[in-house]
């Protein structure tokens, strides 16, 4: 991923370039996103999230602009060209699931899949229809579906049309915690499982922490962080990343199980990390640790219920909140992120150069899914 | 052949009432989806010119068709030198005459059907592939059920009871434009109270029947 490219795309690529000025907007991106994986765009509301999703599907005219999906032009302003929204080979999942009350639950799915040309990846409804757990439900009209089962089948829905690839707009926002974990959990097989590539949009960081393998960070209708995601995840400079949720995420393999406790090892670049739960030898995990969760000491601990302690060594300290502060340590060639109380940072005297040790409270771990494509 | 019975002027207007809904619903669904979607500034001059029929009374209109469509009219000159026959005191004229009568009751109830129709379901339609006219047609007509029903009921039923217009434009010729209301006026007129009486009752029992259906089929779209 890439900024301030001349917007000419490459093969496998989303190159945009887009202007969009409203009375209280104004959207000005210019950038090239893989067309693999999950891209996650990050942002406050107001950042302009919804208007690129909405530019990229043709719902809106951008003053000025370009699109170029796999090195064909979608959109050009310049030359006056635009494809219209039904021509072009995308799959739209908004925030609210929008099916058709009129329609039942196989006919909503039907909907698009009906109007796909054919196209070089093929779409396996009941493969689909199984990966998002809708066999019971394909006979019944929207209304009679959950909140959480209404954006399943929407998701689907999207799939279906055998898109080039999907934009995602919050998907998970109008739902409450449980459905939440429920969808994620559904996004992740669709991750593992297809090679569709999926751009998403969302303001919660830990969503995109747990999908996303790219990210990037709008202000303002501005790109203003782009890159992969433990590398964005990082930059403690970025106030839009420093919210609650704040952390990092490093890529770990599994060691070892110990079956007496019922807690994995796995390895990474910075150490060893124990996290609950039988994860399979061998296999990639990605691991997520929030900045709450990490404190840091001057001397290993000792006597501590902490499991999880690892030499580090401070990269910079940053202002977060008035009683906070924001520590960056790198630990192999990983890093993590720390949320001290500005006091400790005082009182430790911690500067850029020193070794520490820090202690992980938790973790939480997804499997990283099959690389898309292969 | 049933011109000396009570039938024939019923069947005949059911005849206009049929083809006059028929032109409506094309000629008012495009002019509904406009009216509720425009920003245009002329939109409230043609909503106030759709609805005049409502306001005006009848023998007002048929005044001024009956001028427009007579042989010396622009329309009535014109449509004789191309067909040969005159527009007046025809069942075409008449099915003219009906479309002008009965638009407001065809456009207004598909406006606001359109109006309340979320935008939001024609946008996911279109980003699943649909042109604008395919989502117009399998998602904004379907979820505007209703209103096409009561666009068709209305349109139907106030041609039904036309009388002003058809008397100024269509006059009173049998199998052609004698209407049941025109047949029953002319019925009372010469003193022959069973037959007025009769065609009262079929009219009567008709219109009930027709707003009833309405009235069950609303019920089952809302209910779903």
């Given amino acids: 991923m890439s900024t301030n490219t ?81 021509q072009r080979a995308i799959g739209y999942v908004f925030q609210e699931p929008r099916l058709f009350s009129h329609l039942t639950v196989h006919r909503n799915l039907d909907y698009g899949r009906r109007r796909a040309p054919e196209r070089a990846v093929n779409v396996d409804f009941e493969q689909i229809v199984a990966l998002l757990g809708l066999e019971s439900m394909l006979q019944r009209m929207p209304d009679a579906l959950s909140g959480g089962e209404a954006q399943r089948v929407s998701i689907a829905r999207a799939l279906l049309c055998e898109p080039r690839f999907v934009l995602m707009d919050e998907p998970l926002a109008a739902l409450d915690k449980a459905r939440k974990a429920e969808i994620l959990q559904f996004l992740d097989r669709l991750h593992a499982e297809l090679s569709v590539p999926i751009i998403y949009v969302s303001h919660n960081i830990g969503e995109i922490s747990a999908l996303c393998d790219q990210l990037l960070v709008m202000q303002r209708g501005r ?28 890529v770990a393999k599994v060691a070892s199980y110990d079956a007496e406790y019922g807690l994995t090892c796995v390895r990474f670049s910075g150490g060893e990390l124990f996290v609950s739960g039988r994860h399979e030898p061998g296999s990639e995990l990605r691991v997520r640790i929030r900045a709450n969760d990490v404190s840091l000491c001057r001397v290993r601990p000792t006597g501590t219920t902490i499991l999880n302690i690892l030499p580090a060594v401070v990269e910079a300290v940053h202002p977060d909140a008035e009683a906070t502060v924001l520590v960056r340590l790198s630990l192999g060639s990983d890093f993590l992120t720390a949320r001290i109380t500005r006091r400790s940072s005082v009182e430790l005297n911690l500067q850029a150069g ?19 494509g292969k | 052949m049933f011109e000396t019975t009570s039938m024939g002027p019923l069947l005949l207007s059911i005849r206009l009432a049929t083809t006059t809904t028929l032109v409506l619903l094309i000629i008012a669904t495009p002019l509904a989806w406009w009216l509720a979607h425009t920003t245009s500034r002329w939109k ?40 040969g026959d005159a527009l007046t005191f025809s069942f075409t004229g008449l099915v003219i005459a009906s479309c002008i009568y009965s638009l407001p009751f065809a456009v207004q109830p598909l406006q606001v059907a359109f109006q309340s129709l979320d935008r939001r379901d024609v946008e996911a339609a279109r980003t699943l592939g649909a042109s ?17 029903l009561n666009a068709i009921v209305l349109s139907f039923a106030h041609t039904l009871g036309e009388f002003g217009v058809v008397l100024m434009v269509g006059g009173n010729i049998p199998g052609e434009t004698r209407v049941i209301s025109i047949a029953i006026y002319d019925h009372v007129e010469s003193l022959d109270y069973a037959a007025a009486h009769q065609m009262s009752a079929l009219l009567l029992a008709f219109a009930f029947v027709v707003l009833l259906s309405m009235f069950v089929i609303n019920r089952r779209l809302s209910r779903r």
């Fill in chain 1, 354 to 372: 020193d070794e520490v040790f820090a202690q992980i409270k938790s973790v939480a771990v997804r499997k990283i899914g099959v690389e898309p």
């Fill in chain 1, 223 to 250: 790109v203003i962080a782009d890159g992969d995601l433990q590398s964005v995840l990082m930059r403690t400079d970025l106030p839009a990343l420093a919210g609650e949720e704040a952390g990092s995420v490093v």
């Fill in chain 2, 132 to 148: 604008p006219l395919d989502a117009f047609f399998s998602v904004a007509a379907p979820l505007s059920a209703h209103g096409f």
């Fill in chain 1, 6 to 86: 001349t917007t000419t795309g490459t093969r496998a690529s989303i190159a945009m370039r887009y202007v969009l000025s409203r009375a209280d907007f104004e959207l000005d991106v210019d950038l090239e996103i893989p067309m693999r994986g999950i891209t996650g765009v990050f942002g406050e509301s107001g950042a302009g999230k919804t208007s690129l999703l909405r530019c990229i599907a043709g719902l809106e005219q951008p003053s000025s602009g370009r699109l170029v999906v796999d090195g064909n032009v979608w959109q050009d302003t310049a030359s006056r060209r635009s494809l219209p929204v039904h």
């Fill in chain 2, 44 to 83: 409230p001059g043609i909503q106030a010119t759709v609805a005049l029929p409502i306001v005006l009374p009848p023998t007002v209109i048929g005044f001024y068709l009956l001028i427009v469509l007579g042989p010396y009219g622009t329309i009535g000159r014109w449509w004789v030198e191309v067909t």
